[in-house]
């Protein structure tokens, strides 16, 4: 028994010194880089120098009072020198998983100072030394056996929770290789800027202080960046992600506890999704992602939660600090419930307000040097609902479907432009069947989308449908090249699980626009495939035939741990009659490579 207390002081003794370590290497890093040295530098410019110095600041602070914590509880003198050699050999085992721990964050960090200079590394080094110190990992026991009997497993917690779960830290670090060729404009003899490959890595770091259970504090810092692409590096200029430096993602209060009571308020920068994210969304797939400034208002019982929302989408700006539009204001209300006990049922309204219009970067080409553009001014309401299976309850038989309609004006750039009044519709169904008893759980499933297209561009009326703010990658193709405006989809989806952690898919999509004399709209839901043939007619007047091609999509993830993902897909597309009648009709391809770490 002696022994073994010996042998657990030992391992928290060699858990604290690998956390001062990591300590030790934030502060060097902090004050080798310096705050003036980094913003100066153009290859990793430090836009968020209060926020990050802050978050560095309260590792510091957390971690050394959750060793005067444990100090209080377990004090660490070990009695005699005989007695720690006595017990080294079960020390070492103790020690391994945590070595081993050490050297996974210690490639990780040296890959960041590389590829970020100091700045990425410095947080990072910061979080791990919290990481260390109250990892439950290396506990009392471990590596050796106990000799008293072992007490009843504990709840998992996150391996960068502490204080009682009272401060929590979250890390994701995710790296994907892209190739395209002909994505953008279907013509081979033109090497296009996107006919490249290029590597988005991204890099977020955010802490949730909680200080009592209805009481929450949470902060996000993100960095993202495109490199070896011969793109414009400006978020969205031609399709880039592009780079956008350490900045703010997410701040917010949360006031409320949902297990207690039933209302919750949440005020800041945050994420805001619903449904299926077919119109509000964060829109995972992309490197920069979306958040919006919001205040939020949740009301939630046993069988249906309702929310109500004011916000104002958060813009991507190159070399700034990234802020909202003031003259681009979202609301809405949305509900859901589960009283109908096969499914899941919700009903929503959203209204959109938007006064100004920054310039449309497809068809007229202009760059917008700040970066992102969320569209011309427009001024409408959609209301929809939404249906989705409850697992299991109809056996092997899974379904959902939404249904919108909109209602307002559409301007062709400013309120002070053209007006159209917007009257437009979207419905979106998918049915699947799983073969439970086979190996690999195959599952079938037809799906069909559908958005209405304006069918005449000049007589006052658009029935063209507005996507709003959409997570739009997958649902109409991994290629993105479509989003839920002016479209007919019909896909048939294939999927598999062929060992544990495992999963494989594959698509088949056949693309229609549902009116040709509007355009084809992007994975945005704003930006055009093209506006005019090469003789220079308006695509919309020509009379092209609606048939834009077919797309087949292979997908491939494996879950190595719980906390890495790896995933890989190729994509071809098959050019149609759409294209051949409005100019270059070449087939494109696009295949990627992506790995998730997450914490």
Same mark, same amino acid.
């Not at 042998?7 to 690998?18: E, F």
């Not at 030394?129 to 290396?138: C, I, N, R």
């Not at 999963?503 to 704003?526: C, I, K, M, P, Q």
């Given at each position: 028994? /002696? &022994?073994?207390?010996?042998? %657990? =002081? *030992? $391992?928290? @003794?060699?858990?604290? #010194?690998?956390? !001062? +370590? ?12 310096g705050v003036e040295t980094a913003a100066q530098s153009s290859a990793a410019p430090f836009q968020s120098a209060p926020l990050l110095l802050a978050m560095v600041a309260s590792a510091f602070g957390a971690s050394f ?45 040296? /890959? &960041?100072?590389?590829?970020? %200079? =100091? *700045? $990425?590394? @410095?947080?990072?080094? #910061?979080?791990? !030394? +919290? ?149 509000v969304g964060d829109s995972k797939w992309g490197n920069l992602g979306r958040t919006f400034d919001a205040a939020r208002l949740r009301y939630e019982t046993k069988q249906f939660w309702t929310e109500a929302f004011i ?231 020509i009379g092209a035939r609606p048939f834009a091609g077919h797309e087949v999509d292979f997908t491939v993830g494996y879950e190595w741990r719980k906390n890495v993902k790896l995933q890989a897909g190729y994509s071809h ?27």
């Open positions: 028994m /002696r &022994l073994h207390t010996t042998q %657990s =002081r *030992t $391992a928290i @003794t060699a858990r604290w #010194a690998l956390g !001062a +370590t990591f300590m030790l290497q934030a502060a060097s890093l902090l004050a080798s880089n009072a959750y060793i005067l914590y444990e100090l209080r509880k377990a004090p660490l003198g070990i009695e005699t020198a005989g007695r720690f050699f006595v017990c080294q050999q079960r020390t070492r085992q103790a020690a391994r998983p945590l070595r081993r721990r050490a050297l996974v964050y210690w490639s990780l960090l040296r /890959r &960041l100072h590389s590829q970020y %200079s =100091r *700045t $990425a590394a @410095t947080t990072a080094s #910061a979080a791990v !030394a +919290t990481l260390l110190l109250h990892t439950g990992s290396v506990q009392a026991g471990d590596g050796g056996k106990p000799a008293v009997q072992k007490a009843p497993k504990e709840a998992e917690t996150s391996l960068l929770t502490f204080a009682d779960g009272r401060v929590i830290f979250d890390v994701e670090e995710r790296v994907r290789f892209e190739w395209r060729e002909n994505t953008r404009d279907f013509d081979s003899s033109i090497n296009d800027d996107n006919d490249d490959a290029w590597l988005l890595n991204r890099f977020r770091l955010g802490v949730a202080i909680k200080p009592v259970s209805w009481l929450k504090l949470y902060a996000q810092t993100q960095d993202a960046r495109e490199g070896f692409s011969d793109r414009a590096n400006i978020p969205g200029v031609r399709g880039a992600e592009g780079t956008d430096a350490f900045d703010l993602r997410q701040a917010y209060i949360a006031i409320g506890d949902l297990k207690r009571a039933p209302v919750q308020f949440t005020l800041g920068r945050q994420i805001l999704g619903y449904g299926d994210n077919r119109l916000s104002r989408p958060v813009q991507i700006k190159r070399g700034e600090f990234n802020d909202s539009d003031a003259d681009d204001n979202f609301a809405g209300l949305y509900f859901s419930t589960t009283m109908v006990p096969f499914q899941t049922t919700d009903a929503y309204v959203f209204y959109r307000n938007k006064d100004d219009n920054q310039p449309d970067l497809d068809p007229t080409n202009r760059v917008d040097p700040q970066g992102t553009w969320n569209g011309p001014a427009a001024d409408f309401v959609a209301v929809g609902a939404r249906v989705k299976s409850t697992p299991d309850k109809l056996g092997n038989w899974d379904y959902t479907g939404e249904f919108a309609i909109e209602s307002g004006d559409v301007y062709q750039t400013d309120k002070n432009s053209a007006r159209q009044n917007l009257l437009a519709f979207a419905t979106h169904t998918n049915a699947g069947y799983t073969l439970k008893d086979l190996p690999w759980m195959p599952r079938v499933a037809l799906e069909y989308n559908y958005a209405t297209g304006d069918n005449d561009p000049f007589d006052g009326d658009s029935h063209s449908f507005q996507n709003l703010f959409p997570s739009n990658h997958e649902k109409y193709g991994f290629m993105d090249e479509f989003s839920w405006r002016n479209l007919h989809d019909i896909r048939v989806q294939t999927t598999a699980k062929p060992a544990k952690g495992w999963e494989v898919g594959l698509d088949y999509h056949a693309f229609f626009l549902a009116d040709t004399h509007d355009y084809w709209y992007r994975s945005n839901g704003f930006s055009t495939l093209r506006t005019r043939t090469p003789d220079g007619l308006d695509v919309r007047t597309f098959f050019a149609g009659d759409y294209l051949r009648d409005t100019g270059p009709a070449d087939d494109a391809d696009f295949g990627y490579i992506m790995a998730t770490i997450s914490y």
